[in-house]
């Protein structure tokens, strides 16, 4: 009901589009191009510029306007610094993206802006002089504050230094409308956001927050709601609830450097089984996806954790940010993740997440990790979008300002240097480029994430979807009048011994300037179940491959051969059982290429190269993927 009374309020139309009526919440023109069966849109939801307090640190100078410019085209300049300030090293995409967020740290915006003026009160501190001095240190003077359980600004941060995060909000804001193509044009959409950084125990516990539209409150802040629960409270009440036309999303990342801490299951002792569901609905309700891979590694899963029983997927090994011996946290968590320290769980990685989602849903009756697909790159080089094996740049300034230091630096305060990547890309099924299109796509999951190529990915569920869907020329119509798109539940069969069909279709990244992206190489579906004794099992299904004779030398990065342009695959589930709650979901494999490690490490003389071009564990190839949101089963 309140999204249809938007266009009321806020002099927005319901567009029809068949079974579908996209309700405009701003005004704006109608798009031009749209279809009922949505197109591919690719963007970047997780954009850091100089307004953030890590950014600054790392010398970054462009701001969001510069980042909205840079995801349409233009170029920009990165660390490091010249003598008037300005970047050494030019940047610009291959292609322009859809649609982009700037999600700038909100914690700090005040107190960055106090210690950067003469005239504020606390600019001659101790604090603002050691922030000024763009190193580690500086990032820590105000870092270490969102690692405390009980967070408070630091003392020179007085109200005025507190009315200052008012004016960054506004800037931030104001750059976001100015770049929304609101014409029938409809070439690039910018949404409002900003990140919420808590990072309690110093182990990754960051979300963030996308609007609908250009209707928002102030951020709210890990120094407002410690707990994340507080923040999923408050943009309910804020937003959501509070304001007409105000919506909002919550995406966690890095779950990965989390400790076990992200998608842990935790009610206060005693509470009622009514009470604990509520509160798995707030949270299906407020974090509708999480981000699986960005430029600080993969999370999809992670290979000797945990107990999820079944034959060990390789695939798991594939980017990662800690090493695959990790210690296992077990049924516990840790510390210290964000820095490489303390153990890792099973929890920390989709797979984990899901089964977890499962079994407490068991418990409780809601699934509290409903939770769909997306990727980005976390830049905070202001440039959305980067994500290039052929030049990449980096992602945290002068950390990475060169090949050497990319390779062989040790100066990041996360992961290892060559252990970064390059970042990936969101994909959403929309019926336009348009805000409400895009949210609306990201509310029902209909989204996927890649490592970086543009991959078209589409996955459906079903139990009358033909066996032959693949040569179908109408697939996708086909498929959704008799299934159900990713990022959805699958219906009561119809008769009692129904077993789910699904089918996954896939088109190769485009060719764009310089890119060179490898052809696809198969198609995979992932099946995790929970049994009748609560256990559960994983399973890896191939279900079309190439045949192709592709191939990259990993030492003269040059390929040959054949791929797949496209991949399609069907799978009836024959082991279903209906009194057992499933999830489903697809995974595409390109053929391997050359990593920008390797890349890099071949733009440097022989004897210059640094000892990550020589360690056998530094991978000179990636195998750049695809994953789609998941499809659930839930036991009637």
């Known amino acids: 009901m309140k999204r249809l009374l938007l266009a009321l309020f806020f002099g927005g139309c319901a567009q029809p589009l068949g079974q579908y009526d996209l309700v405009y919440s701003e005004t704006r023109a109608v798009c031009a191009e749209r279809s009922e069966e949505k197109i591919a849109l690719f963007g970047d939801l997780h954009v850091h510029t100089a307004l953030s307090f890590d950014a600054w640190t790392e010398h970054v100078r462009k701001g969001p306007e510069d980042a909205y410019a840079f995801a349409q085209g233009a170029s920009i300049t990165l660390p490091p610094l010249d003598e008037n300030g300005e970047g050494t090293r030019q940047l610009q995409l291959p292609a322009p993206l ?165 998608f842990r299951v935790e009610h206060p002792e005693g509470l009622s089984t009514t009470a604990r569901a509520q509160a798995n609905q707030l949270r299906q309700d407020m974090e509708r996806s999480m981000e699986i891979f960005q430029h600080k590694g993969d999370m999809e899963c992670m290979t000797g954790l945990g107990s999820i029983l079944g034959a060990v997927d390789e695939q ?132 996927w994430g890649t490592s970086g190529p543009r991959i078209s990915l589409r996955f459906f569920g079903g139990w009358d979807l033909p066996t032959d869907l693949c040569d179908d020329p109408d697939l996708v119509k086909t498929a959704y009048a008799q299934g159900v798109p990713m990022g959805m539940d699958l219906p009561a069969p119809g008769w009692l011994d129904g077993k ?18 490898a052809p696809l190489e198969r198609i995979q579906l992932v099946k995790l179940w929970i049994d009748g004794d609560g256990q559960a099992h994983q399973s890896v299904i191939d279900l079309a491959e190439s045949g192709g004779d592709y191939r990259t030398d990993a030492e003269t990065c040059e390929a040959q051969g054949r791929g797949a342009d496209s991949l399609c695959g069907t799978f009836e589930d024959l082991d279903f059982e209906p009194s057992q709650r499933a999830v489903y979901y697809a995974r595409i494999l390109e053929h391997p290429r050359c990593r920008w490690s390797q890349q890099d490490c071949r733009r440097l003389a022989a004897d210059a190269r640094p000892e990550a071009c020589h360690d056998p564990e530094v991978p000179k190839l990636i195998q750049e993927r695809a994953w789609s949101s998941p499809i659930w089963w839930s036991s009637p």
Request: net charge negative.
């Open 98 to 262: 859809d649609f982009a967020a700037v999600t700038d740290h909100a914690e700090f915006f005040g107190e960055v802006q106090t210690c950067l003026d003469p005239a504020a009160t606390g600019y001659e501190t101790a604090d603002c002089a050691t922030y000024r001095q763009g190193t580690n240190l500086s990032t820590m003077t105000l870092g270490m504050i969102l690692a405390e359980v009980v967070p408070a600004h630091p003392a020179f941060c007085d109200a005025a230094c507190l009315a200052r995060s008012t004016s960054v909000w506004d800037r931030i804001q104001a750059a976001t409308e100015a770049a929304y193509d609101r014409s029938s044009a409809c070439r690039f959409t910018s949404f409002h956001g900003y990140e919420y950084t808590a990072a309690t125990g110093v182990s990754n516990l960051h979300r963030n927050v996308i609007f609908r539209n250009g209707t928002t409150p102030s951020p709210i802040t890990y120094l407002d709601e410690p707990e994340p629960e507080g923040l999923w409270r408050a943009l309910k009440t804020q937003c959501n609830e509070g304001i007409e036309g105000c919506e909002a999303l919550v995406i966690p990342h890095n779950s990965n450097l989390s400790n076990g801490k992200m």
């Open 316 to 447: 798991c090994g594939f980017e990662k940010a800690l090493p695959q011996d990790s210690e296992d946290c077990g049924d516990g968590t840790g510390q210290f993740g964000m820095t490489g320290g303390g153990c890792t769980s099973v929890r920390d990685y989709l797979r984990g997440a899901l089964i977890e989602g499962m079994q407490e849903a068991e418990r409780s009756g809601v699934n509290p990790f409903k939770l769909g697909v997306i990727a980005s790159t976390d830049t905070h080089n202001a440039s959305p979008g980067h994500v290039s094996e052929k030049a990449w740049k980096g992602h945290t300034g002068r950390v990475e300002w060169s090949p050497e230091a990319r390779l062989g630096g040790d100066e990041s305060l996360t992961t290892s240097a060559w252990r970064s990547t390059g970042g990936g890309l969101v994909g959403v099924w929309a019926y336009e480029n348009s805000r409400d299109a895009i949210f609306e796509a990201l509310h029902r999951r209909e989204s």
């Open 500 to 517: 789910p069909r699904f089918v996954v279709s896939a088109l190769r990244a485009p060719d764009l300037e310089g890119e060179d992206p």
